[in-house]
């Protein structure tokens, strides 16, 4: 029933509301994507490209909607609008479940090869065999993870078949840190300057993924690659939080979410500051708490989460 019901709040959040900006609409398609209203997510998605088309995460999960919808013809368009507007991953693409059924179209082919010519004349001075490599551990790191969530959004999922991928998982990723660490140790943070940015976010997302000890490794040279430009400030973010989180520190820019197994419900992880804390959001390229709580499912409400904050913080065992 909860389930459910969380399901049907997606569904309101979707279809009801006013949206008159391109971000209201790009919201309104996100919400209906996560609720599987996949033609009511293409609907909106085209009304904010009808005002603007320059946002290529944007135009990639359009494509994804629309992908879904069966309107390959809007796939298509948006996918090589994001390709014209900067989108360089072709790894993810190409294994992303949402657009698998594209792959049977003559226009995917079409599609792939444009994206790798593009890719071909920017990374004309890369260090092709370690970008290949991490590459390579993208595909096993997000791959695993696809096949999980897939698992995972069905209500009636198996759950012997979730704790068999996920131990699948587990062990994926034990493989992948070892890879890395030898990277890290031997080149330092490489950056998208010398693999490209899907390859240079693979570093972050393998220890993103690893247990505290290698986390604390390797935030610190984390923090000097992207002093150096080597390394996202969002992402950094992420791995900060999740840092904090696990010593049983409040984290700083609020991307962290858990669950309360007693109501089942959703929240924002403990963080100092809450006033502030778009702010903070801001200065390293993340969008308010508001619209990260919104894709989230959660409701937020600032009053209410600092008067609920002690409550959480015993949740999480929070110093």
């Known amino acids: 029933m909860k389930i459910i019901l969380a399901f049907f709040l997606l569904v309101l959040n979707c279809v009801f509301g006013q949206a008159q900006t391109y971000k209201d609409w790009i919201q309104k398609g996100d919400s209906c994507y996560r609720a599987e209203n996949y033609k009511l997510s293409v609907t909106y998605f085209e009304k904010a490209f009808k005002i ?32 014209d507007n900067g989108y360089e991953g072709i ?28 890719l071909d004349i920017i990374e004309a001075n890369y260090d092709k065999p370690l970008q290949k490599e991490l590459l390579a551990i993208y ?26 991928i996920g131990k699948l998982m587990g062990k994926q990723d034990s493989i992948n840190l070892v890879k890395v660490m030898k990277i890290l140790d031997e080149k330092g943070w490489v950056g998208k300057n010398v693999v490209g940015a ?31 430009g080597n390394a996202n ?21 609020g991307s962290q979410s858990s669950r309360n197994k007693t109501t089942n419900k959703w929240y924002i992880s403990p963080m100092i500051d809450p006033d502030d804390v778009d702010k903070r959001r801001a200065s ?30 015993k949740l999480e065992n929070i110093k």
């Open 139 to 164: 595909t096993d790191d997000q791959g695993i993870r696809g096949e999980f969530m897939k698992v995972y959004k069905d209500p009636n999922y198996d759950k012997k078949k979730i704790d068999s």
């Open 91 to 118: 790894a993810h693409m190409q294994i992303d479940n949402d657009l698998k059924r594209l792959h049977t179209d003559a226009e995917w082919k079409k599609t792939i090869e444009k994206l790798q010519k593009k």
């Open 198 to 228: 899907q390859a240079n976010q693979t570093l972050f997302l393998v220890i993103q993924h690893s247990d505290l000890k290698y986390q604390q490794k390797y935030l610190p040279m984390m923090r000097e690659a992207v002093k150096k």
């Open 52 to 83: 603007e088309h320059k946002n290529s995460g944007d135009l990639y999960n359009g494509g994804c909607a629309a992908s879904l919808a069966l309107e390959n013809k809007k796939a298509f368009q948006w996918l090589n609008l994001a390709i």
């Open 233 to 253: 400030p969002g992402n950094l973010a992420y791995l900060e939080d999740r840092v904090a989180l696990r010593e049983g520190k409040r984290q700083i820019y």
């Open 284 to 313: 390293v390229g993340l969008g308010t708490i508001a619209e990260y709580a919104a894709k989230m499912n959660i409701e937020w409400n600032l009053e209410a989460y600092k008067k609920e904050l002690p409550e959480i913080e």
